[in-house]
């Protein structure tokens, strides 16, 4: 071999040296970003796990929704299929106001785990496990795991996210789940398989009533696809006709009043379809009253804004999105327009997946365009959960030693297993396992009654005082604890008896 053949063969092992450590580093960087990914899942789990059982162990628990959640599935277990107690006292179905049969399937963990805090933990795990998918999917289209792992974190430090991981208003909702369903559902379809797209598109259908119409929207999506618009069609028909029936037929026919209960919020447009269809006609500007607040503006700013516009770029994902949008923002509950509820819950995942499929087609680097929508979802990371809980004190509130905690807990074992009771919005969450729990002041057929004086979860907190007023002067009722506001009643037998 002569000194040019040398060079040549010495060119060639330095060219495919180079190429070797070029696809070790590549395969490097990806199990690194992968990696980094599941872990920041699993540790998102475990802080909003933790932080969930500071927030229930502090008695910040709220019969709405965690106790009434919380009775529905004890209830299920027992055979009253998802019966709870209403706040006016009477023993109904779930079903008369909303449509989330997915509460069934926690019967089985009841068993194991008898406790309120059960669903506040598997919600936490479960809004964590989305990060996969988001995951999957950003790797597929913008072939970088890079980008992927920008979006696997945008999506758990989202404040929406965050406020479904851990619901501090209300402790519970079974739509939050419909977020890694909803997503887990769009990873499958996309990858066209259609079987495990099912399985989640039904769970997340049995979430909340207005879910399946979302999960239908996929279904248009899906359409455009060569070869696919049967299939397609078909998803998003049999989504809008599962919606209509929950609304039409489910709702009304266990409605105690045969109506659904949150049409007053409606009232300015019209509390029926067709009314609102006859507003839309003759006064589109009622809609644009309803919708043009500071409060719901700076609503869809947190909700939407953190991902830049980037799901613009993908309508027809996105579109998933609008039942639940205009839900929100139709409404004249100011409740359904803030952050930190449940009530985003059918946003997030189109959102989020919206903005994958928009980078992917902005054709420019798109572990730049991923990285400005992580800061974007970071800069905000702050309005969270965690944040609200360390500010309202729930960690000192929650240790074993606190003499709030302390009398509450005391109070709480004094009452009897299964006896009907009234209690005090929050103190009722942790009576929640038993047929009748009455939300004070509301006794009816309870013997025992307890109540914190202290309660801040009432919306019509002078009301409260009031009726905290009445019961002192009740001598039908008989003191036996009192401890830092906490007191523990029972009621006085009648005479004769």
């Known amino acids: 071999m002569d000194a040019a053949e040398e060079r040549g063969v010495a060119l060639h092992d330095a060219i495919r040296a180079a190429g070797d450590r070029s696809i070790k580093r590549a395969v490097s960087s990806a199990t690194l970003c992968r990696r980094v990914a599941y872990g920041s899942a699993f540790a998102y789990a475990v802080l909003f796990v933790a932080a969930g059982v500071v927030h229930f162990e502090s008695f910040h628990g709220v019969f709405t929704d965690l106790g009434s959640m919380a009775q529905a599935v004890w209830s299920t277990a027992h055979g009253h299929f998802l019966e ?69 974190l945008a999506y758990l430090l989202y404040p929406a996210t965050q406020f479904n991981a851990l619901t501090i208003t209300s402790g519970f909702h079974p739509v939050s789940l419909a977020i890694p369903l909803i997503l887990f559902a769009i990873w499958f379809l996309d990858e066209e398989r259609l079987l495990p797209f099912a399985v989640f598109a039904l769970l997340a259908a049995a979430t909340k009533e207005e879910i399946p119409l979302a999960v239908g929207c996929l279904g248009i999506w899906f359409a455009l696809r060569p070869g ?26 266990f409605s105690a009043s045969g109506i659904d209960p949150f ?30 607040t500071g409060h719901k503006l700076l609503y869809v700013a947190l909700l939407l804004c953190p991902f830049l516009g980037l799901w613009l770029r993908a309508p027809l994902l996105f579109l998933g999105a609008v039942p639940d949008l205009a839900i929100n923002l139709l409404s004249s509950k100011s409740d359904q327009t803030v952050i930190a509820g449940y009530w985003t819950a059918g946003i997030v995942p189109f959102t989020v997946a919206a903005s994958v499929l928009g980078v992917a087609r902005l054709k420019r680097d798109p572990d ?64 929640s396992a038993r047929r009748n729990v009455y939300v004070f002041p509301f006794a009816l057929k309870a013997r025992w009654l307890i ?41 006085r037998a009648p005479a004769g008896r």
């Open 263 to 292: 049409t007053a919020r409606y009232a300015d447009l019209g509390t029926t379809p067709g009314g609102v269809l006859h507003t839309a006609i003759h006064d589109p500007g009622a809609f644009v009253h309803a919708v043009a």
């Open 84 to 152: 709870s107690t209403s706040l006016t006292g009477r023993q109904a179905t779930r079903l008369g106001g909303h449509v989330d049969p997915i509460l069934a399937l926690f019967v089985p963990l009841w068993w194991v785990w008898s406790s309120p805090l059960m669903l506040v933990v598997v919600q936490a795990l479960a809004v964590s496990t989305g990060a996969l998918p988001v995951y999957w999917l950003a790797r597929k289209h913008l072939r970088s795991d890079r980008a992927a792992l920008h979006f696997a």
């Open 368 to 431: 730049q365009i991923s990285l400005y929508a992580l800061i974007g979802a970071a800069s905000i990371a702050i309005v969270s959960p965690i944040t609200f809980g360390v500010m309202r004190g729930d960690v000192g509130a929650s240790l074993p030693s606190n003499p709030t905690r302390v009398a509450k807990a005391r109070a709480v074992a004094l009452i009897p297993p299964d006896v009907p009771v009234v209690a005090s919005n929050q103190l009722a969450t942790y009576l």
């Open 228 to 253: 696919r618009r049967v299939v397609g069609l078909g998803i998003f028909s049999l989504g809008l006709a599962i919606t209509l029936v929950d609304f039409l037929v489910v709702i009304p026919h």
């Open 451 to 491: 109540v914190d004086r202290h309660d801040n979860t009432y919306t019509d907190t002078g009301g409260y005082q009031r009726a905290l007023e009445k019961l002192d002067g009740n001598h039908h009722w008989r003191l036996i604890y009192s401890s830092r506001g906490v007191e523990v009643l029972r009621r």
